[in-house]
């Protein structure tokens, strides 16, 4: 699994990008054989004004699905990676695991589909 990260406001440092390239290994480790490459986006929205402003934005290509993009706003740039890591993980299972659910037909649609045969 290939991981890109990218800074918008502040630089990222050694220590940072290990953080997040140990939580993703971690929170998706039972999917990576159907992802392909995760962006993470880090931001500091509102600057040296402080607050809740700290954004992780993290973009999982799943194989044969649908992007899963899943976004967390902290105070603290770590919390944020980690929610954020934490639930991607938890999204792109579910979604791998509906994708491995057969189709089930209702006795409706079956009765529905025999009477057209029929017929």
């Known amino acids: ?3 890109n990260i990218y ?3 502040f630089t990222t440092t050694e220590a940072l990008r290990e953080h997040v390239t140990r939580r993703l290994h971690h929170a998706l480790g039972g999917c990576a054989d159907h992802i392909s490459q995760a962006r993470v986006r ?3 929205v509102n600057g040296p004004r ?3 402003d700290k954004c992780c934005q993290i973009q999982v290509r799943l194989a044969h699905l649908a992007d899963v993009v899943i976004e967390n706003t902290e105070a603290d ?3 944020a990676i980690d929610r954020a890591a934490e639930r991607v993980g938890r999204t792109a299972a579910r979604h791998i695991a509906r994708q491995r659910r057969p189709v089930r037909i209702s006795s409706r649609q079956e009765t529905a ?4 045969m029929e017929g």
């Open 42 to 44: 880090l931001s500091d």
């Open 77 to 79: 740039l770590y919390v």
């Open 50 to 52: 402080g607050g809740a």
């Open 113 to 116: 589909s025999n009477l057209l």
């Open 7 to 9: 800074a918008h406001g």
């Open 1 to 3: 699994m290939q991981i």
